[in-house]
Each structure stands twice: as C-alpha cells, then as structure tokens.
C-alpha cells in the first residue's frame, strides 16, 4: 500500500496568492504567536512535573520498600547485648538481606537537620537504630515482629509502611496533575487559537467576499488561514519551548540532600520530549483553525 503523502506537500508548501488573504501582521498574529509560546513555555514545566514526580514514585515504591529500620529502646546497660540479639535474628530470618547497626555519628547525622550539628548524643537516651535490607523475595513483617518481641523485647520494627504509601500516593497524583495540566494547557491554546482565528475571518470579511466574487472556493480560503494559523502556533510554541528548556536547565541538579524540589529538571533520554511539544502545539492549532474557519465560513453570506 502506498503512503500518499500529498495533502501534508501541499499544506507545508507555499501558496503565495493564498498566503495574502491572511494579513501577515496585526493583533491575531501577535495573540497567536503569544499563545503558542506562552502555553509551550508552561508546557515544559509541566511536563518536567510529571517526569520528575514519576521518578520520585518509583523510587519510594522500590527502593525504600526493601529498607525497613528497626529500634531498640533499652536501659544503658542491656542496649549492647539486645543489639546483638537482634542482629543474630536477622541473619537467621528469611529474606532479610543485611543488617547493620548505625553508629552514633550517624544517628547524630540523622538528627543534625532538626536539632542541630552540636547535639550532645552522648548524653541522651537516643534509641539504637539497626537497617535492615531485604532481598529480592522480602521478609514476614508481623512474623518478624513476633519474634523480636519475644526475644528483643525493646526492639520495634518500623517497615515504612505507614509513611511510604502515602508519600507515594501523593507522588503518583502529582504526575497525573502534571499530565493533566499539558491537556489543560492544548485546551487553552486551542481556545486562544481559535478566537484569533475567528477575529482574523471577521476582520478579512469584505476580503472573503472579493475572492468569493472572483471564484475562490471556500476550500481555497480556509486553507490558507489554516496553513498560516498552523505555522504560527508552531513557530511561538518552538521558541516558548527553548525559553522553557533553557529555564529548566538552570534549575538545581538532584541532590540527595536537597529533596524534590532539586529534581524538577529531566534525566537521561527525557530530554527530548520537550521538542515533542511543538508539533503537538500544530495540531492543536491546525484543527482549531480549521474547524473555526470552516465554521465561520459557513456562517458568512
């Protein structure tokens, strides 16, 4: 079967007679080239959301699923030898990976953002933290609990359980936000489109009515504000996008220390789909023109 590839030639080459009835300036050529660039220029911080966020999800859901933390709250005196006991518990339970015992100076490290670097560890009740990995096939969380109760009886174990899946959640709801703002964003392009559009058709009314006068088909007159429409809104989403890209890139790098809100930027191969966005943008303004034109010129007498 033949591609037939005629209507896409016809519509990218340029008619010069048709391209006059579209007045190349004015207030719709602004509005459109402004709207284009403006809704590519969010589209890419939108979109960088989504990613960003998605990553985030993945990684609570995989990677801090196979941590678990377990603490160990006991009198001065029986808090080496209940550390013990746990970590010989661990190596003998099913599906734990390893498990260690964090040092004072990382438990310090851990507190250091909310109490400061110069808390006196030493001289504190601070509980033992123990990090326990789990492999592949992963451990019997209450099986777990059972056992340490019985024989660690100030050992808790925290699997994470109750903090991740909420904080994944809200992950998973801010990448479908993100994707639902880029719908937003085509639909009030289109929008603005099209009004420019129809303002465009009115203000060239008298026009029409010459090249009706003359044998212009409708077909003929629409067409050339479709191809002029379609350009422009490809051309201002094309350089909304740099503006966007060269934004994001001065955003901060993902930094382990920072948080979210260091890796808003995008990884690896994801930075190609920004320049996705301005062929989108010229569908949306291709079909936005073309059904106000047809529209509008169903309307005139």
């Known amino acids: 079967m033949k591609l037939d590839l ?3 030639t016809e519509f990218l080459l340029a008619d010069a007679q048709a391209d006059r009835v579209v007045p ?9 080239l402004f709207s284009a660039a403006a809704m590519g220029f969010l589209a890419v911080f939108a979109l960088a959301l989504s990613l960003a966020t998605g990553r985030l999800a993945d990684r609570w859901g ?3 699923a196979r941590s678990s933390t377990i603490r160990i709250s006991a009198p001065e005196g029986q808090m080496a030898a209940q550390t013990e006991a746990a970590l010989r518990l661990l190596e003998t339970t099913a599906g734990v ?8 100076e990382e438990e310090a490290a851990l507190l250091a953002p909310w109490f400061g670097p110069d808390l006196p560890i030493d001289q504190l009740p601070i509980p033992q933290l123990i990090e326990v990995v789990e492999d592949g096939a992963g451990f019997d969380a209450e099986g777990l609990r059972l056992r340490l109760a019985a024989e660690v009886p100030g050992a808790v174990l925290d699997d994470h359980t109750r903090w991740r899946q ?9 990448r479908l ?3 639902l703002s880029l719908v937003l964003i085509g639909g009030a392009m289109a929008a603005m489109i099209t009004l ?8 060239n009314s ?14 003929f007159i629409a067409r050339a504000f479709v191809r002029r429409f379609t350009l422009r809104g490809l051309g201002g989403a094309a350089f909304g996008v740099l503006l966007g890209v060269l934004a994001v890139m001065l955003l901060p790098g993902a930094q382990a220390e920072g948080g979210f809100l260091t890796g808003l930027g995008f990884q690896g191969w994801h930075w190609l789909w920004p320049f996705a966005i301005p062929p989108l943008a010229a569908v949306v303004a291709f079909f936005a023109t073309r059904t106000a034109a047809h529209k509008t010129l169903k309307d005139m007498p």
């Open 6 to 8: 005629s209507p896409v």
């Open 24 to 32: 190349p300036t004015g207030f719709t050529a602004w509005l459109t």
């Open 62 to 64: 995989n990677e801090l």
């Open 97 to 104: 990976a390893s498990a260690r015992a964090l040092s004072a």
């Open 166 to 174: 909420p904080l994944v959640r809200a992950a998973e709801r801010l």
């Open 177 to 179: 936000l993100g994707w």
């Open 196 to 203: 420019a559009a129809n303002a465009a058709l009115a203000a």
């Open 206 to 219: 008298q026009l029409i009515s010459v090249l009706r006068l003359v044998g212009a088909r409708d077909i």
